[in-house]
């Protein structure tokens, strides 16, 4: 049972657009959602997080928008760089429960062309 | 440098054989992580630790054990009845409780049965 779902495996987008990366969720207790990236043989690296009190958050050119209704959340770059390309994670945290203990979509790989 | 370090990155196993995975960090975290990731998959929770002397199953645990006898440190065995030992490991560190923050990985060890 994925409760946590990235849909498309990959995507490619040019230099100075913007990427889309998209997660869907089915547990109604997830309350905190991060996003990380990751590159080869190394450790996931910690991007962006909201809350499920939120609908957006904003970190330079990373933005998560939240949509509680729908249980889906999207993470934006823009402008995107090639140095972005990378697997990109969304995770959940069940409200209550540790915020190491996460559940991973299974990731999508970005690639940005110059 | 405050950080997890994970060794060693690459490790090979006969069949039948134990093996046992380093994870240190100096972060002055309670809890630790252990995550596995295979090709195409997210990360999956194998075990985690909220305080020293106590940890808990997570959602793939079969084969494995750990120990926490140190706050700093956190081995995983990986034991011959784990049926496909084959992937990358991660392991984590985060403020214990269920405040909203992120968990830091380390850079993971590839384990290879030959």
């Known amino acids: 049972d994925q409760q946590v779902k990235q849909n498309s495996p990959s995507l490619s987008v040019q230099e100075g657009r913007i990427s889309i990366l998209n997660c869907d969720y089915t547990?109604?207790?997830?309350?905190?959602f991060l996003w990380y990236k990751k590159y080869p043989a190394e450790g996931p690296t910690f991007l962006i997080s909201i809350s499920s009190i939120k609908d957006k958050n904003e970190d330079g050119r990373f933005t998560v928008f939240l949509n509680k209704s729908a249980k889906h959340l999207s993470l934006h770059i823009v402008p995107s760089q090639p140095g972005d390309s990378a697997v990109y994670f969304c995770a959940a945290k069940a409200g209550g429960t540790s915020y190491g203990k996460l559940t991973f979509g299974q990731g999508t790989i970005l690639t940005v062309h110059p | 440098d405050g950080g997890i370090t994970q060794s060693p990155k690459y490790l090979f196993r006969k069949e039948g054989q134990n093996v046992t995975l380093s994870c240190e960090q100096n972060?002055?975290?309670?809890?630790m992580y252990w995550y596995r990731q295979d090709p195409g998959q997210g990360l999956r929770l194998i075990y985690y630790s909220q305080i020293v002397n106590d940890f808990q199953k997570g959602d793939i645990a079969e084969g494995y054990s750990v120990s926490r006898e140190k706050k700093e440190s956190f081995p995983l065995t990986v034991t011959s009845a784990q049926k496909n030992p084959t992937a990358f490991y991660l392991c984590a560190s985060s403020i214990a409780g269920s405040s909203n923050t992120e968990a830091f990985f380390g850079q993971g060890t590839r384990l290879t049965v030959v």
């Open positions: 972060l002055n975290h309670d809890a």
């Open positions: 547990n109604s207790m997830f309350d905190y």
